[in-house]
């Protein structure tokens, strides 16, 4: 079992359409990270949480660690949103010093 | 301010060759993070650096990949020997302190695509 699940792997919806997707760990951590990836891009750092609440234009970022689950909401969602977004999560006490990643949630918005 | 740079942005060798992937981090940072994506899969931790110093290298296959951050110039990812399983997308991250304690958000580069042939 993987120590970050992101749900649903594939997302198709409207454009308009208020989108979530779900991401729960099962290890201690110090943050989580929100990720954006374009086909053939790079990747760009949506938001960083340990506590509560971020929002930032149309996406919002929330996470709870009593229930080790975070959410990224992507309000009045438009076709340039498609893209694969990824969930990971910085580890606390032993374990690599780098970042582990769910496998990313494949978001396309049809126009 | 640029941010973090790598380059090649593609690189295609052929079996046996060696790969050198170039990571500039961004500006006043001194950490760099190392991570593949394989085709279909998530991505992976490789190796830590800072300054002349390998951190953590746990996710660093024990054969054939390298990596080193020296004094002066980028970071280099080096894989000899190359074979078809390491093509991949390999990217680097930097920050400005250690993320492990205090979950200090990482600034990712473009990618480098490798291509074994």
């Known amino acids: 079992k993987n120590e970050v699940e992101q749900s649903p792997q594939n997302l198709t919806a409207q454009e308009g359409e208020f989108i979530t997707i779900n991401c729960s760990y099962s290890?201690?951590?110090?943050?989580l990270h929100w990720l954006q990836q374009h086909p053939g891009g790079g990747i760009v750092s949506l938001f960083m949480?340990?506590?509560g609440k971020k929002k930032h234009g149309r996406l919002i970022a929330t996470i709870n660690i009593q229930e080790k689950h975070s959410s990224l909401h992507i309000t009045a969602s438009h076709p340039r949103d498609s893209a694969v977004y990824i969930c990971a999560v910085r580890l606390t006490g032993g374990g690599a010093d780098g970042l582990t990643f769910g496998k990313g949630t494949h978001l396309i918005i049809q126009p | 301010n640029a941010g973090v740079m790598q380059n090649p942005r593609h690189l295609v060798r052929r079996r046996g060759q060696e790969a050198r992937l170039r990571c500039s981090p961004m500006k006043g940072h001194s950490h760099v993070y190392w991570y593949r994506q394989l085709p279909e899969e998530g991505l992976k931790f490789m190796v830590y650096?800072?300054?002349?110093?390998?951190?953590?290298e746990s996710g660093m296959p024990k054969e054939r990949f390298s990596a080193e951050f020296p004094k002066e110039g980028p970071s280099i990812l080096r894989i000899q020997q190359v074979v078809r399983g390491d093509s991949a997308a390999y990217f680097c991250?930097?920050?400005?302190?250690?993320?492990?304690?205090?979950?200090?958000?990482?600034?990712f580069g473009q990618g480098t695509r490798l291509t074994v042939v």
């Open positions: 650096l800072q300054k002349e110093n390998i951190i953590d």
């Open positions: 949480l340990s506590s």
């Open positions: 290890v201690g951590i110090s943050a």
């Open positions: 991250a930097s920050s400005p302190q250690k993320g492990t304690a205090r979950g200090t958000e990482a600034f």
